[in-house]
């Protein structure tokens, strides 16, 4: 059975940073690429990042580049989001979802407020 | 980057058909944008029902299709059940290797 568990939200203020990790089971994770989608509180979806199975290629959405880093690490079934300079606007519950997006995880909530 | 729209809410009678459209800004969506059609319920993480404009995964109720219509991605739900009351979004590639989701698309089972 295939499952994704995010990990690492919060609360941070303006400006800070965090780093999301999603952990991968139930098939072989260094095969395929890997999204992040976050959506704010009841507002839609919003598509973030992707990285490929072998660290490449890697896109960002407009919103997040410079600010946002995605990465993985194969042997440890994990990807991971490193954000920085975090804005109100940020605040989002942020999904992990595999390649083509057929399975998703249960998001982890990131709120940046003072 | 591209604005994708679709219809904020709709609604269908229990046993209708309706069709939910994903338009752009940038001109026609066609099947090299590989829309994708995801239901979301409340509480819950989205589920892939349509990938690649038409193709179903196994989980999809065979009263979803997918399909092109005059420049827009199209889903359509024939023999609405209650339980199809949901959110629902496409997801279509953008230039660069980006996606952009719609706005959504609320739909009432009434």
């Known amino acids: 059975e295939v499952q994704l568990v995010e990990s690492g939200g919060g609360l941070v203020q303006p400006g800070g940073s965090l780093r999301l990790s999603c952990e991968a089971s139930g098939f072989t994770f260094s095969n395929y690429g890997m999204n992040w989608v976050r959506q704010a509180p009841g507002k839609g979806l919003e598509w973030v990042s992707f990285?490929?199975?072998?660290?490449?290629?890697?896109y960002y959405t407009d919103s997040v580049k410079g600010r946002f880093t995605i990465s993985r690490d194969n042997a440890k079934n994990s990807l991971y989001l490193q954000m920085s300079s975090l804005r109100a606007e940020d605040t989002a519950l942020y999904y992990c979802?595999?390649?083509?997006?057929?399975?998703w995880g249960q998001g982890t909530l990131v709120t940046v407020s003072s | 980057q591209a604005v994708v729209t679709q219809e904020p809410s709709l609604t269908v009678s229990p046993g209708g058909t309706v069709t939910l459209t994903c338009g752009s800004n940038?001109?026609?969506?066609?099947?090299?944008?590989?829309p994708y059609w995801f239901q979301q319920k409340p509480g819950q993480a989205p589920k892939t029902l349509i990938y690649d404009t038409s193709n179903k995964h196994a989980w999809t109720p065979a009263r979803f299709s997918g399909s092109l219509l005059g420049g827009k991605a199209a889903l359509t739900l024939s023999g609405a059940q209650p339980e199809d009351e949901a959110e629902y979004y496409c997801l279509v590639s953008n230039s660069g290797g980006n996606w952009v989701f719609g706005g959504g698309t609320k739909l009432t089972v009434l």
């Open positions: 990285i490929g199975s072998g660290d490449s290629p890697i």
């Open positions: 979802a595999i390649e083509r997006l057929v399975y």
């Open positions: 940038t001109g026609a969506v066609t099947s090299g944008h590989y």
